[in-house]
């Protein structure tokens, strides 16, 4: 069954930690994504990678980062620099070739701070 | 860089209606405009999309126009049905090769009441 996975489904964490929000997808895309969904401000990009161990910033990078250390798999680290973490967060992976520019989306991750 | 704007935030309508969503961006350099239904609780997926070559383009109930002069465009459903209930994201890019950087709209909730 393809697709794209995030865990955990729901986190909830203290002021001051990081935490690493998983994303795995088995769709053999190069280009992986991260967006942050507020209430009435849409989706708001990240990261986003389009060949392992590359990435770039998004719209707003500040207080997060990245890995790609494999093509199936892009974390997303909340670090304790990020203001304002508590929000839905979105992965999303794409092919980078041939005439289709459809993300696919996981479920995403609701991240809570206490 | 790129911004999107979308009107309205909110859209209730009767069974049977039409409803209309508009967008605007602001680089002249996006080609690619997708539209993407979120139901509640659930990934946002692709319901739509239209690229920088064609005016218009429809997919049964749903279509979407695109002005490139004015730099607008708008998806619109005919003959609504409550499972269209949803909030509906616009989005733009520009999309030659590699990877796909989307920036949303923020998003129209639509309430459709039988």
């Known amino acids: 069954d393809g697709g794209i996975t995030q865990s955990p489904k729901y986190l909830f964490r203290k002021e001051g930690q990081n935490v690493t929000l998983s994303c795995e997808q088995n769709?053999?895309?190069?280009?992986m994504y991260w967006y942050r969904q507020d209430p009435g401000q849409g989706l708001r990009l990240i990261y986003y990678s389009q060949i392992v161990n590359d990435f770039q910033k998004g719209d707003i990078a500040e207080g997060y980062s990245v890995s790609r250390e494999k093509k199936e798999s892009f974390p997303l680290t909340v670090t304790s620099a990020q203001k304002n973490p508590t929000a839905f967060y979105l992965c999303?992976?794409?092919?980078?070739?041939?005439?289709?520019?459809?993300?696919?989306f996981g479920e995403g991750s609701r991240l809570t701070v206490l | 860089g790129e911004n999107v704007e979308q009107h309205p935030s909110t859209l209730s309508v009767q069974e049977g209606d039409s409803a209309v969503i508009k967008c605007t961006y602001s680089?002249?350099?996006?080609?690619?405009f997708p539209w993407y239904k979120q139901e509640l609780g659930k990934r946002p997926q692709l319901i739509i999309d239209?690229?920088?070559?064609?005016g218009e383009k429809k997919d049964q109930r749903i279509a979407v126009t695109l002005n490139k002069t004015a730099k607008h465009f708008s998806l619109h459903i005919t003959e609504t049905q409550p499972e269209d209930s949803a909030v509906y994201f616009c989005?733009?890019?520009?999309?030659?090769?590699?990877?796909?950087?989307?920036?949303f709209g923020a998003g129209t909730r639509l309430a459709v009441h039988p």
């Open positions: 769709l053999n895309h190069d280009a």
């Open positions: 989005a733009a890019s520009s999309l030659s090769g590699g990877y796909n950087k989307l920036i």
């Open positions: 239209i690229r920088s070559n064609v």
């Open positions: 999303a992976s794409g092919r980078t070739s041939g005439n289709t520019g459809e993300l696919f």
């Open positions: 680089d002249s350099a996006s080609n690619y």
